[in-house]
């Protein structure tokens, strides 16, 4: 199925609209500045935050300049995130690509996810809607708190699905969640549609989320990125959460000690991948995003009444637990 057709096939003159005012605001005349910022176009990615925002907006009312602007600035500060990311991760690729950082270096890096921020900020004004500005300041604070409380982790010895569940909801579900609250705020939701907007949001970010970590026990160049790459940065996420913690290995579990540690090799990293796999750790994560998925399709059921709607959102969802890259 062509998933992303259904998704633009509700919001394809949105959707247009959108991409027209998101490559002015990544245009810049000064030379350095203009080529990072065409660099980091050139690298972005299928538009998944912005098509959320659009489809959510148009579920609940019209799409309008407050919703194009709104969406502008939540995808600017996921674009200005993933440059500083690179940075902190010390990261040489993004999507395939080579990173900001690895193109210039890490002080052009900064500052260019810098400009991308503040711009970020320019367009939640034109909102001139307080709860849309709140929305995107606060979710801004726990970014930052989902990458501190993810560099802590690393220093923390346990092993905990509940901590991992904490820093994927403070990260790359708090994205997903911002993204459904908006396109309902935008629009003139009420308080309750907007909660349980929210809650689908959400529910989407952490299955997206453990569907990127999945992607990292096995050998695919298109993903961009290395396999066993998350552990190399001191990453352990819910596969080997649960393969680690359901055997008590104590072998592995030393070897999951080194990857906190930043001292594992290659090839320890490539055993506790094997043993991961072997003992149901794939399989855990699956039965946890499809867990997802089914509370995901009541909202559907109950929330959504225009069908082409329905369509593109039940498409949305099926593409993230889905997608192979």
């Given amino acids: 199925m062509d998933y992303l057709s259904?998704?633009?096939?509700?919001?394809?003159?949105?959707?247009?609209d959108f991409d027209d005012l998101f490559?002015?605001?990544?245009?810049?005349?000064?030379g350095l500045l203009g080529q990072a910022l065409e660099h980091v176009r050139q690298s972005s990615g299928k538009r998944m935050r912005p098509m959320f925002i659009l489809l959510m907006a148009k579920n609940y009312g019209k799409v309008n300049e407050v919703t194009q602007h709104a969406a502008v600035g939540l995808e600017l500060l996921h674009t200005a995130s993933l440059v500083?990311?690179?940075?902190?991760d010390e990261s040489r690729e993004r999507r395939g690509q080579s990173s900001v950082n690895a193109v210039y270096n890490n002080k052009v890096a900064v500052l260019v996810g810098d400009y991308i921020l503040s711009t970020a900020l320019l367009h939640v004004n034109y909102t001139r809607n307080q709860e849309i500005v709140n929305t995107l300041a606060e979710l801004g604070r726990t970014l930052s708190n989902g990458e501190i409380l993810q560099l802590s982790n690393i220093q923390n010895k346990e092993?905990?699905?509940?901590?991992?569940?904490?820093?994927?909801?403070?990260k790359t579900a708090a994205f997903f969640e911002a993204c459904a609250c908006l396109g309902a705020?935008?629009?003139?939701a009420d308080r309750a549609d907007i909660e349980l907007a929210r809650k689908f949001g959400q529910n989407i970010g952490v299955i997206f989320q453990i569907r990127d970590d999945i992607f990292d026990y096995y050998d695919k160049e298109e993903i961009g990125k290395p396999t066993g790459n998350d552990m190399a940065e001191g990453k352990l996420t819910l596969p080997a959460i649960h393969a680690l913690n359901s055997t008590a290995d104590e072998a592995m579990l030393a070897v999951a000690r080194k990857v906190k540690a930043g001292?594992?090799?290659?090839?320890?990293?490539g055993r506790l991948v094997a043993f991961t796999k072997a003992h149901g750790g794939i399989e855990y994560a699956e039965e946890r995003m499809w867990k997802l998925h089914a509370e995901s399709l009541d909202f559907l059921e109950s929330e959504v009444d225009d069908d082409s709607v329905k369509k593109?959102?039940?498409?949305y969802l099926d593409f993230v637990i889905e997608r192979q890259k």
């Fill in 185 to 188: 705020m935008s629009v003139g």
């Fill in 159 to 170: 092993i905990s699905e509940a901590v991992y569940y904490q820093v994927i909801k403070q």
């Fill in 312 to 315: 593109g959102l039940r498409a």
């Fill in 6 to 16: 259904t998704i633009k096939q509700p919001i394809l003159s949105e959707l247009s």
């Fill in 23 to 30: 490559t002015k605001s990544l245009s810049h005349q000064n």
């Fill in 84 to 88: 500083h990311d690179d940075v902190v």
């Fill in 263 to 269: 001292t594992v090799t290659t090839d320890e990293i």
